[in-house]
């Protein structure tokens, strides 16, 4: 007779079977609204949502409707109605049945880092934040560390900057965020590095940082890598890319694999689209083609390549990219400021936490953050 058996699986444990194309059944029991809204994907992932509350009569019913052949993985908001729901169907004469240790709350804070090539002297590092979408990056040369766009989890990067055995000495934010809460500030402060923001996005910040303008230069490891800041408005004023070696364009919120950025989460889309469409249209087309573009966001797990990054270079996404291919000015500002997806949720208290203005806990920031980043015109 088979043993039956509960296993938890970890955020880390799901991304990898996700990478490696392994498919599992999910069986979400959060309300409808709440799947409908934000869900794990993936490759050869099949799912079905079946509320907690119409299963605290037993699980009889649903176990002729999940697979006997495939790991089911039980997931919920955080953690406990899943595990409940995960050991009843155990119960019930299923194996092979595992459920989503933290919840849903884990796997929306989980970061996976990856390497995405080599720089002078070091590497370049993308951090995927693979349940909300959301990108960081760090840059190492010579013993020296600058991380880009980074999450609230200040201890993340820290610890990275142990394994590389580098000091971080720089933290920027390509702009102010309007999805999820930055943790520029705090991981600046906790490692003694300066901590940099485009000042056209700073006129209501309550804290000090330092000016990124245009054509500023950040240099790290004994100077041999230069970032280069590049002012690249239309999705917030302040919006600024960055040339990272002369081989990679940290592109913010302005571009992304499979779409280009919004410019409604300031409440202000007409006026930001004409710059949107500059920065897209006329300022990246200067830029050399082989520059590998790095977003700060990804909306599908399509854009996620074989070898794990959110990348692709600048000429290969004006072949490709639907944002980057209107050549009509009037269709490009329909585009951009009609039928665009719902905004980011919780997007007002969030920019408000990036101005210094409100402080949430760790658990009010979670609930803040928690679905998908929703920072495209398409996704």
Known sequence: MMELTLTAWTPAEVYDRILRREPFFLLDVRNEDAFADWRIEGDGIEAMNVPYFDLLDGVDHLVPKLPKDKDILVVCAKEGSSKFVAEELVKAGLHRVAYLQGGMRAWSEYLHPVKVGDVAGGALYQFLRVGKGCLSYAVVSNGEMAVVDPA????????FAKEQGAKLVAVIDTHLHADHISGGRALAEAAGAAYYLPPGDASE????YHPLNDGDEIRIGDSRIAIR?????????????????????????????????RPDLAGRAKEFAPDLRRTLYETYRKLPGHLVVLPAHYAWASEVNEQGCV?????????????????????????VTENLPPQPNAYQQIRMANMGKLTPNPDEASEMEIGPNRCAVHG
Do not use: M, W
Not at 152 to 158: K, M, S
Not at 234 to 246: A, C, E
């Open 152 to 159: 609230r989890f200040v201890d993340v990067y820290l610890q």
């Open 205 to 208: 910040v309550t804290y000090a």
């Open 229 to 261: 800041a590049l002012h690249s408005p239309g999705h917030t004023p302040g919006s600024t890319s960055l040339v990272v070696d002369g081989q990679y364009l940290l592109s913010g919120d302005i571009l992304f694999v499979g779409s280009i950025g």
């Open 311 to 335: 990348c692709a270079t600048l000429s290969e996404l004006y072949e490709k990219n639907p944002g980057l291919q209107i050549q009509d000015e009037g269709e490009f500002f329909t585009t």
